[in-house]
């Protein structure tokens, strides 16, 4: 076990990176649980853990299969790279790092989730989310033209992991419908933004100049190799104009006369279709294609903007669901360090997908904002409808405390996930006996104060004491170490 490679540290200097710095930990105490931790570096052969199946597609860097998990029986999907079409192209290793870094940090419903990442002789392997609705641009496709409700559905979600990734630094750079995917065909489905290979962290300061992208979705800025994030904006115009319409505002023939297009910037939307399209609509394509980069409005704009405010919901479904989370929250505990830690890796790596599915929708209906995280006051907002305002506020105020485990005043995708859950098919038997397996690495039956650091400690500076404490507060039989009994005794205390 192991962080990101060295080649990783060289190869991109993110903000990821500099949000990292090692911090101190002197008791467990300061220890703060992160879903990042839990995504491994394995330096083994990754058939030991997975079961390969059949192929989804390839990219510029390999292919991406199927693949279960032997241990959890969850199917994930696997990019496989190989070392050699990769090492001797700096640009490609920095492209590459750059994917697992940013997925690695990210921790949003529509951005996929990075499980972990192994290495071989010959292989890099990143393990995945799969996502199994296929490519929102087959779905356009097949519909022509979305409605509006619909297609605001979808954009809603873009926009979301766009704003995200914008107020972290994260420019995305190469946003098109085949990198958006859907978890099923429907018109509710949950959209994930997959693909950061193209992506890089920035210093605001700073103006990027590589040029990266997609013809028809390429901001015109790139071509003169001098933009910032506003680039991605451009692109989620594009999109935006090919949901209502199935065609792309800027086309041509070849690739120099789509981009001769992009250059001057002219697109229209006219038409019997335009005709059906309402004004507030075109009036955010229009300002998503400004071709004043600094005049096109943030994400966080776009979110607000008259067209996706007005429009009402496709579907009602999330706010049944949304109650109900409410509710697990509620009642959300934890004493321990090591229950969130379990319950956090339970909730990123082993939670079954449907579930995850139904608490996404309902943490996007609570998620007012598009941010990407739940702030107080979108939670008070839920509270007060159903209480007075002093007792909600002290409900949130005791919710934040307890949930908010990596303390930075707002509750994450993960946090909600993990305290929202039903607990008891979060802790259900199989996630637990699952959960002890995948931290006694070595397989001894016993989990080590050593594998614990392995897993928790790979980012802070730390001395053995933290983490024999640690299990020292779960180790009845003082063996100094903890067995599936005692690790099944802490977690079954939080019922
Ligand atoms: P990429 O190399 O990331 O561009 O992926 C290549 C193709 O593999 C994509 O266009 C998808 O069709 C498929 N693919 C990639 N990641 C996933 C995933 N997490 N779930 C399902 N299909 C995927």
Not at 3 to 16: E, L, Q
Not at 120 to 127: A, C, E, G, S
Not at 128 to 134: H, I, R, W
Not at 305 to 313: D, H
Request: charged share 25%.
């Amino acid at each position: 076990m192991g962080c990101i490679s060295n080649s990783a540290r060289k190869g991109t200097v993110t903000k990821a990176n500099k949000s990292q710095e090692s911090k101190v930990v002197s008791s467990t105490e300061d220890l703060q649980i992160q879903p990042r931790q839990f995504v491994v570096h394995r330096e083994t052969d990754i058939l030991k853990d997975y079961t390969m199946g059949p192929k989804l597609g390839s990219g510029a860097f390999g292919s991406v299969r199927v693949g279960t998990h032997k241990i959890s029986g969850q199917q994930r999907a696997i990019k496989t790279i190989k070392k050699s079409s990769i090492s001797e192209d700096q640009l490609v290793k920095d492209k590459f790092f750059a994917e697992v870094e940013v997925l690695k940090t990210a921790d949003h419903p529509n951005i996929v989730r990075l499980y972990e990442f192994y290495e071989d002789q010959l292989h890099f392997h990143l393990v995945t989310e799969l996502v199994k609705g296929g490519e929102l641009f087959d779905y356009i496709v097949s519909s022509k033209n979305l409605s509006e409700p619909v297609a605001a559905h979808f954009f809603k979600q873009i926009l979301s992991a766009v704003n995200y990734c914008h107020s972290n630094g994260i420019v995305h750079r190469d946003l098109k419908p085949e990198n958006l995917l859907l978890d099923r065909q429907d018109s509710s489905a949950t959209l994930k933004v997959i693909d950061f290979g193209t992506s890089i962290v920035i210093d605001h300061s700073k103006r990027l100049t590589h040029r990266y992208g997609t013809s028809y979705y390429i901001a015109p800025e790139v071509l003169k190799k001098n933009y910032d994030e506003k680039c991605d904006i451009w692109s989620c115009g594009v999109i935006l104009y090919i949901l209502l319409s199935g065609k792309p505002p800027f086309y041509g023939e070849t690739d120099s006369e789509i981009l001769s297009r992009v250059e001057k910037g002219v697109y229209q939307m006219k038409g019997a279709t335009w005709d059906r399209v309402s004004v507030n609509a075109k009036n955010l394509i229009k300002s998503m294609l400004n071709m004043k980069p600094q005049d096109r409005p943030s994400a966080s704009q776009c979110l607000e903007s008259n067209w996706l405010i007005l429009m009402p919901e496709a579907t009602n479904q999330a706010s049944i669901l949304t109650a109900e989370a409410l509710e697990n929250l509620t009642s959300f505990r934890a004493e321990k360090k090591l229950q969130h830690a379990v319950m956090t890796f339970i909730a990123t790596q082993l939670m079954n997908k449907n579930e995850v599915s139904q608490l996404s929708q309902a943490f996007r209906a609570l998620d007012a904002n598009g941010d990407g995280k739940l702030s107080k006051d979108e939670l008070l907002a839920q509270y007060q409808s159903t209480m007075g305002l002093n007792q909600a506020e002290e409900e949130v105020e005791r919710i934040m405390k307890e949930v908010d485990v990596d303390g930075n005043g707002f509750i994450d995708y993960s946090e909600f996930i993990m305290a929202s859950a039903k607990r008891e098919s979060l802790l259900s038997k199989q996630n637990l006996e699952n959960a002890f397996r995948l931290f006694d690495y070595d397989n001894s039956g016993k989990i080590s104060a050593k594998e614990i650091r392995n897993i928790l400690g790979r980012e802070v500076i730390s001395n053995d004491e933290v983490w024999r404490d640690l299990v020292g507060q779960v180790d009845q039989n003082g063996d100094g170490e903890i067995d599936l009994r005692e690790f099944k005794e802490m977690m079954l205390k939080l019922f």
